[in-house]
């Protein structure tokens, strides 16, 4: 599967953006979708998953209440609208897709298939 996300930007503290990330090639309910994201200097890290179906949700404890993953799956696109951003939040963005048998979500990145090419996100103070 292939896999496209945009919607990056630069955003004041405070402020909202909403990610898309689009799939093409397979079936996009198959695969669990997540959400990763790496700030310079730092390693990568979960964000955000969604179930198959998007009946379940998990997120970082750092993003809790203030980011939400949803996915259209007969748009073959999953979303991560963010809110109340701050500078920590800077980084660029992957989306990714998880094939594995078991519909749960997984932090794990190396659990996940398929990525996409990033979008940066800049919050500035």
């Known amino acids: 599967v292939q896999l496209q996300a945009s919607g990056g930007g630069l955003v004041q503290a405070g402020g909202s953006l909403r990610l898309s990330c689009a799939a093409s090639g397979r079936t996009f309910s198959f695969y669990v979708m997540g959400w990763f994201r790496q700030a310079p200097g730092k390693e990568r890290e979960f964000v955000a998953g969604?179930?198959?179906?998007?009946?379940?949700?998990d997120y970082a404890d750092s993003v809790k209440g203030r980011f939400t993953i949803s996915r259209d799956n007969a748009k073959s696109t999953v979303y991560l609208q963010m809110n109340s951003l701050n500078p920590e939040d800077t980084a660029v963005y992957y989306c990714a897709a998880d094939g594995q048998p078991l519909d749960f979500v997984d932090k794990r990145g190396a659990s996940y298939d398929y990525w996409g090419q990033g979008t940066l996100v800049t919050v500035s103070s």
């Open positions: 969604i179930s198959r179906r998007g009946d379940r949700t």
